[in-house]
């Protein structure tokens, strides 16, 4: 009998269309229920999510059954029009920046992922960021 065991922890990092300052309040407590929600809908194992008011934090370990890129195609797609809909009065008040980023993580490094998320708006108000985590893009 074949057995196949993984365990991927993927950091992934994406921000509102133009850096606009837009989760905060009910809009950002909103976005982070849908992003919850299509983790669970994915069978994703949600380890942390964080951001500020324009990039979001998320540590997860996706099935390997499901496309990386597929991920989080639905985990920015599906809330970003929810969003619209339900803030947006007809028009379009909510959009992600095209890309993303995302690195691994070993097994040993999770649990500094984990409160580096958590505390992303106390890292950026103080300078304490870690640069390679910060990045939505490929650029250097």
């Known amino acids: 009998m074949s057995h196949v065991y993984e ?3 993927y950091h992934f990092v994406w921000a509102t269309f133009n850096r606009a300052p837009l989760l905060q ?3 950002e407590r909103h976005a982070y229920a849908l ?3 299509q983790c669970t809908k994915h069978g994703a194992i949600l380890h942390a999510l964080g951001g500020t008011e324009d990039h979001v934090h998320l540590l997860v370990t996706v099935p390997r059954t499901l496309s990386v890129s ?3 195609e639905s985990v920015k797609g599906v809330p ?3 969003l619209n809909r339900t803030h947006g009065n007809g028009e379009q008040v909510f959009r992600w920046q095209g890309g993303y980023g995302f690195l691994t993580v070993s097994n040993s490094n999770v649990s500094a992922v984990v409160g580096y998320i958590a505390n992303q708006k106390q890292h950026h108000a103080e300078g304490s960021l870690w640069h390679s985590a910060e990045k939505t893009t490929g650029e250097p």
């Open 35 to 37: 992003i919850r929600q």
């Open 7 to 9: 365990r991927a922890f």
């Open 25 to 27: 309040g009910p809009l």
């Open 70 to 72: 597929d991920f989080i």
């Open 80 to 82: 970003s029009r929810v």
